[in-house]
């Protein structure tokens, strides 16, 4: 058996042997140690106790006293009273203070049994303040897990469906605030039309039936405002009827705007093939027709002038040349192979030179293509490149024009090199100014006017190479003019 640690605060030594005596006769070990002062009691309380039994009146100092300093230092400890006279009034107030029991000094007999029972008490009520704080921590700890996530709404909700508990998370994510949501039904978190549907209803069914519910859904902050939003929303396991749920949210706007991103780039790039394999097979198909009708004519004398037909398989074969060029340059930019060779040339004989080339497409068109220049304009640039950029946007004045006569300009102007392609024809809407420069971009109907809506994306890239800038100035149905800038 373990010694019972005994503190007796009593001013009498005969009186306390006599308590430990009793003590021992009812079979405990008492290990007594005997206090009769405020100070000696100070000082005995800082080791601990199993019980204290205190006399009810000592010398400057009595029982309610003493046990308020015991409390103080040991909430648990049973406090016993032992005392010859006291009155009956005295004796309640003691009780009422938290004494445990009062045993007479005349009936010393009892005092054991007073103390087995108080020993076993207090162990039940340390046992239960213990149980209570682990209770408190879990609790504590949940809390400050909750608590502390922010990018997920976490909440409770009542059988029918109401709002119990709320985390920060959730005001942030929703917008409505504890005060406001408590007591609410979570079908204010669903859109319209899924209330209409009786949703809300239906998904604590399902998660009663099945323990829980996931989905991804649109959902409605407290403004108003929709957001995209992963939600669980799980029954919670009780024996009792009051059966609630848990909700956990978590914003996927950004996740859903990405897949929507990634789903219009698919969309882009499947509808950029189907015009470039469209625009690749027209002058295909021409130039079978046309090589069939050569074939043809050598067994028929009266068939049209064979230097005719040669001239536009020639232009169909440089058609096919040019759209596969773009795509190839589009290949080289995207894939970071687009290096430059740089060297003395002068833009004016540049433009000169792709004008001259374009001639025949423009006479037949019927253009009148006009060059202004003052004089050489010399940079340190990519020539070929420099072909590139003017004979694409020769070829949109052509193509888009009209035939309206079309001006080109070259000058310079605080070391930089200004190109001009002035056309009067169909225009750019405004809403389409910004996109026509990006890859795959058109703003007209590919039946109406060919081609892979790469030209301009090109002509950028090899501006923005060479530290330039293009822009443009458009109204609709009043003409283009883009204007290209080189630092020289
Ligand atoms: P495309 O091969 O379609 O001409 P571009 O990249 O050269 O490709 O041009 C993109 C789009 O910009 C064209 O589809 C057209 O809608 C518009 N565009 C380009 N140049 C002109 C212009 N001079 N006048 C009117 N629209 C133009």
């Not at 792709?354 to 293509?369: F, K, N």
């Amino acid at each position: 058996m373990k010694p019972l640690r005994v503190l007796i605060i009593e001013d009498s030594p005969d009186d306390a042997d006599l308590l430990v005596l009793e003590l021992a006769r009812a079979g405990f070990e008492p290990a007594a140690r005997r206090v009769a002062s405020r100070a000696e009691l100070e000082r005995a309380l800082a080791e601990p106790w199993d019980i204290v039994i205190s006399d009810y009146d000592l010398p400057g100092f009595d029982a309610p006293a003493a046990l308020a300093m015991v409390r103080e230092k040991e909430p648990d400890v049973p406090f016993v009273i032992v005392s010859g006279v006291v009155s009956e009034a005295a004796a309640v107030a003691c009780m009422k203070a938290g004494a445990q029991d009062f045993v007479s000094k005349n009936n010393l007999a009892r005092l054991a049994s007073a103390v087995s029972r108080e020993l076993l008490d207090a162990r039940t009520r340390r046992e239960r303040r213990e149980a209570l704080e682990r209770l408190r921590q879990a609790e504590e700890r949940y809390r400050l897990i909750v608590e502390s996530v922010r990018d997920y709404a976490m909440f409770m909700l009542d059988p029918s469906g109401r709002v119990t508990s709320w985390n920060p998370g959730a005001e942030r994510l929703t917008g409505w605030s504890e005060a406001e949501v408590t007591g609410r039904s979570h079908a204010i978190f669903y859109p319209e039309d899924a209330r209409a549907r009786g949703e809300p209803e239906a998904h604590l069914e399902i998660a009663r039936r099945e323990g829980s519910h996931h989905e991804e859904r649109q959902r409605v902050r407290k403004d108003g405002s929709i957001f995209w939003a992963e939600s669980s929303l799980h029954a919670i396991e009780k024996a009792s009827a009051d059966q609630g749920f848990s909700v956990v949210l978590r914003d996927i706007t950004e996740r859903k705007r990405l897949v929507d991103d990634l789903r219009e780039a698919v969309r882009v790039r499947d509808e950029f093939l189907a015009i470039a394999s469209h625009e690749l097979r027209t002058p295909l198909t021409s130039l079978k027709l046309q090589v069939q009708s050569l074939l043809a004519k050598r067994e028929s004398p009266n068939g049209p002038k064979l230097d005719e037909k040669l001239r536009l398989v020639e232009r169909q074969v440089g058609r096919l040349n040019d759209l596969i060029g773009g795509m190839l340059d589009v290949l080289r930019i995207t894939s970071g192979k687009m290096t430059l060779s740089r060297e003395r040339v002068d833009l004016v004989d540049v433009v000169r030179d792709v004008v001259a080339r374009a001639q025949p497409t423009i006479e037949r068109a019927g253009y009148v293509v006009e060059v202004k220049a003052d004089g050489p304009v010399v940079g340190h640039w990519d020539r070929l490149r420099l072909e590139t950029v003017a004979a694409n946007l020769l070829s949109n004045a052509l193509k888009y024009g009209e035939r309206k006569p079309v001006e080109i300009g070259v000058s310079a102007e605080n070391g930089r090199a200004r190109l001009t392609v002035r056309d009067q024809g169909i225009g750019i809407p405004p809403e389409a100014q910004a996109r026509i420069f990006e890859r795959f971009e058109r703003a007209v109907p590919i039946r109406h006017f060919g081609g892979l809506g790469l030209g301009l994306w090109i002509t950028r890239q090899i501006v923005e190479a060479h530290g330039g800038a293009i822009r443009l100035e458009s109204r609709q149905g009043g003409g283009t003019t883009f204007t290209v800038e080189l630092p020289m």
